[in-house]
């Protein structure tokens, strides 16, 4: 169910947080879960997954992450400022040290020309104040899209795990 390689990329984040002490959380959109998805089907998974939250609608993203309404209204659900507040709102509403947000178009439809299908924004958030984003403009369908999404999500986890 879930590609060999990103089981692998989740397997080798989930025992880097296991060594050092840090706890997981997923803030996700147009994944839908995907991440928190690749993290759990690895037995042993619970000593470092804190909880995920799929967030597909912008009451959901402020309900559950924190991210303030006005965001949605001055840059849109799918934008960097978004991406931030989901990761660091996934920190802030756990007990986890690290943090992903993930909002994007995953298609096939929802793309305009300023936010072309496969346009996604990703952050990740560590507990100390750290936040990395990426934007991204992937290629292919809605699955292709959403694979990669999660597998750019957990590199950008490994890299905080590993500071």
């Known amino acids: 169910m879930i590609p060999?390689?990103?089981?692998?990329?989740?397997?080798?984040?989930?025992?880097?947080?296991?060594r050092a002490g840090l706890k997981l959380a997923t803030v996700e959109s147009c994944t839908g879960g995907l991440v928190a998805a690749a993290l759990t089907a690895i037995a042993g998974s619970s000593d470092v997954v804190d909880r995920g939250f799929v967030t597909y609608t912008n009451q959901a993203k402020t309900d559950?992450?924190?991210?303030p309404e006005n965001l949605f209204e001055s840059v849109g659900a799918v934008s960097e400022d978004v991406a931030r507040a989901m990761a660091e709102g996934g920190v802030r509403n756990s007990h986890a040290d690290i943090a992903v947000g993930i909002t994007g178009v995953a298609g096939p439809g929802g793309g305009s020309d300023e936010k072309p299908v496969g346009l996604v924004h990703i952050a990740a958030c560590r507990?100390?104040?750290?936040?990395?984003?990426e934007r991204n403009v992937f290629p292919g369908d809605r699955q292709e899209v959403r694979?990669?999404?999660?597998?750019?999500?957990?590199?950008m986890m490994q890299s905080l795990a590993e500071k």
């Not at 060999?4 to 296991?18: F, M, P, Q, V, Y």
């Not at 559950?64 to 991210?67: E, F, K, P, T």
């Not at 694979?147 to 590199?155: C, G, I, P, T």
Request: with cysteine; net charge negative.
């Open 64 to 67: 559950l992450a924190g991210v």
């Open 127 to 133: 507990d100390n104040g750290e936040t990395l984003h």
């Open 4 to 18: 060999d390689d990103i089981s692998k990329n989740a397997e080798h984040l989930l025992d880097t947080c296991r």
């Open 147 to 155: 694979l990669a999404s999660v597998r750019k999500a957990l590199a």
